[in-house]
């Protein structure tokens, strides 16, 4: 299981994905998955686990997909998941720019009375 720490969870894979770069001498792309829904993670620890997987997009080079809608923790639409993945390489490293591989990400969050407006 992934060590998941509340206090600093923006650290652990932006070093993991740095520490890749150096040992491989080269600044590869590097794609993942977010973690599906599962119950490993009791409570509000998945939600760290998923800003922790966030947070390797601030890196150049990195990109991830959701696969909510099409997957528990053993995805049995693997066809779906792989399809995301290829899509983000072909979007990402061969400039198809008609394909739109990304999840939607919360940009802001403004509170006008009663109501809540999330961009």
Do not use: W
């Amino acid at each position: 299981m992934l060590p998941v720490n509340p206090v600093n969870t923006t650290s652990f894979l932006q070093d993991l994905l740095r520490d890749g770069e150096i040992a491989f001498q080269n600044n590869f792309p590097i794609h993942y998955l977010q973690i599906a829904p599962c119950n490993y993670y009791d409570g509000i620890k998945a939600a760290y686990l998923r800003e922790q997987q966030e947070s390797g997009l601030k890196l150049p080079g990195t990109g991830m997909i959701s696969v909510d809608d099409v997957a528990n923790i053993h995805p049995n639409k693997k066809r779906s998941v792989g399809e995301r993945l290829s899509n983000l390489a072909l979007k990402e490293q061969y400039g198809k720019s008609e394909i739109q591989p990304y999840s939607p990400h919360f940009d802001r969050m403004t509170i006008r009375g009663n109501k809540a407006f999330v961009k």
